[in-house]
């Protein structure tokens, strides 16, 4: 009997040519990957041992890859995106700032039992912020549906999160506490207008001082050399700005008799002073925009307006003739609003520079 040979061209045939290939295929690709693995484990314990990459072939020449150094940075492209905020937010800053100043020292003003058109000052300007403060916060996000977005949660960790709510609380505490003091004075005082003002100004004075500077916080706690560097100082100088600023304008606004209004403006105005003094003498590379070109301008103008300007004027009201002095703390008034305003001008506009320069996030030295 004859044995049947099978044929070579069959299906089982072709069947088992391309298990072959592909098996073929599979060892070869795993011989590529574990030969791809060996070399990449060489150039690891190379980089250990030197601290440093030196291996051929590691960027090829025109390859798409980063590659930072000081010459050109991360290819002259910074790595950090400029703050998106237009006019309304160094405005929303002075705004917010002089108002939760305003609140506090208008409620202490009324539980030490001092003039009745201080306090009413105080509270009227701190009314005036926090009906000034929301509009411009909800023209920067665009939409007002985005703040209401921020108020369906609180983190405690978010520095935006804890703000937006002290502006929530601040704003209707000091318009109440304006409200039931003005219907009192028209229509003459009652009990649930006296719980109203009690109230309102309670909360006033414990949301006004985190309102005054939270936004020093905030902004210290973003990527922004210039301002990550100063976080630490950022909260006491926007406080000690807003509470200048804050008395200033009680000032003009005809409060030039009190002595406690002229200690708090010249605590403050010392404390600017300093302040100045201090970033001036820092020679942090990070710290440049609020140094040179016109950010430093800015910054410069600011805090003299702020610091020793209001300081030489209000120490000089303290010697000559009533007339004199009340002429003195009104101009040193105006410098401090003036100064407060052009403060937080400077911050942003030094904060758009920080973000400019590609070398300060990697900390290269020129």
């Known amino acids: 009997m004859s044995e049947t040979v099978p044929d070579a061209s069959g299906p089982h045939a ?12 599979l ?15 060489e150039i690891r314990r190379a980089a250990e041992r030197h601290g440093q990459l030196q291996v051929d072939g590691a960027r090829a020449a025109g390859a798409p890859f980063p590659q930072a150094n000081p010459e050109n ?10 703050p998106s905020w237009t006019w309304e937010i160094p405005l929303y800053l002075f705004v917010g700032g002089a108002a939760g100043a305003a609140g506090v020292v208008g409620a202490i003003a009324d539980y030490t039992g ?6 009413k000052h105080a509270r009227w300007i701190a009314a005036a912020g926090s009906v000034l403060s929301p509009p411009l916060l909800i023209a920067d996000l665009g939409r007002p549906e985005r703040f209401l977005a921020m108020l369906r949660v609180f983190k405690p960790k978010s520095a935006m999160s804890v703000g937006v709510w002290t502006l929530l609380g601040f704003s209707t505490a ?31 004075l414990a949301f006004g001082l985190p309102f005054s500077n939270y936004t020093g916080v905030l902004i210290g706690a973003t990527a922004i050399p210039v301002w990550n560097c100063n976080a630490a100082e950022l909260p006491l100088h926007f406080g000690a700005s807003g509470l200048g600023a804050a008395v200033g304008l009680m000032d003009l606004m005809g409060d030039r008799k009190s002595g406690a209004l002229q200690a708090l403006a010249l605590g403050a105005a010392v404390f600017e002073t300093w302040e100045g003094f201090s970033i001036e ?6 710290l440049d925009p609020l140094k040179h070109g ?26 000559g003739s009533k007339k004199r002095s009340s002429s003195l703390r009104r101009l040193a008034a105006a ?18 520079v920080s973000a400019r320069n590609y070398k300060l996030p990697l900390r290269i030295r020129n």
Not at 73 to 82: A, D, R, S, V, W
Not at 114 to 119: G, I, N, P, S
Not at 174 to 184: D, G, Q, V, Y
Not at 281 to 286: G, I, L, T, V
């Open 14 to 25: 072709r069947e088992l040519n391309l298990k072959d290939s592909k098996s073929e295929r």
């Open 27 to 41: 060892n070869s690709q795993n011989s590529i990957d574990l030969e791809r693995e060996r070399r990449l484990e």
């Open 73 to 82: 940075g991360y290819y002259q492209i910074p790595l950090l995106k400029e």
């Open 114 to 119: 001092a003039d009745r058109e201080l306090v």
């Open 174 to 204: 000091a318009a109440a506490t304006a409200f039931a003091a003005f219907l009192s004075d028209r229509y003459g005082p009652s009990l649930p207008l006296r719980v109203l003002e009690n109230a309102g100004q309670a909360a006033s």
């Open 281 to 286: 003498r820092r020679s942090d590379p990070a």
């Open 294 to 319: 016109t950010s430093g301008l800015i910054t410069r103008t600011g805090g003299v307006l702020s610091g020793p300007v209001p300081l030489i004027l209000r120490t000089m009201s303290l010697f």
């Open 335 to 352: 410098s401090s609003v003036a100064g407060s305003l052009i403060t937080r001008i400077a911050w942003i506009n030094a904060g758009h």
